[in-house]
């Protein structure tokens, strides 16, 4: 990857290299439709995983909190 890329990238603000990702991230999907494939496994885990959320959402922890608690060890 050129160095000058990533260099431009980190002086953009935050929001506009997530919104960067996202794009890039739009722009696999679009061109490689064939090579995702999500097995039945993976679907039954989001599912799984969903319903637990939906059950227990008053535990989770906004990414803020958590990325803090990560940060101190």
């Known amino acids: 990857m050129n160095d000058n890329i990533v260099d431009a990238i980190r002086k953009?603000?935050?929001i506009?290299?997530?919104h960067l990702v996202e794009a890039i991230w739009?722009?696999?999907?679009?061109?490689?439709?064939?090579?995702?494939h999500v097995d039945e496994a993976d679907v039954a885990e989001f599912e799984r995983r969903?319903?637990?959320h939906q059950v227990a959402s008053?535990?989770?922890v906004p990414w803020d909190?958590?990325?803090?608690?990560?940060?101190?060890?």
Do not use: M, S, V
């Open 26 to 36: 739009r722009t696999i999907a679009e061109d490689a439709p064939a090579q995702r």
């Open 16 to 18: 506009e290299r997530i």
């Open 65 to 73: 909190e958590a990325r803090k608690k990560l940060k101190q060890g």
């Open 12 to 14: 953009l603000p935050l």
């Open 50 to 52: 969903w319903e637990a």
């Open 58 to 60: 008053e535990d989770t």
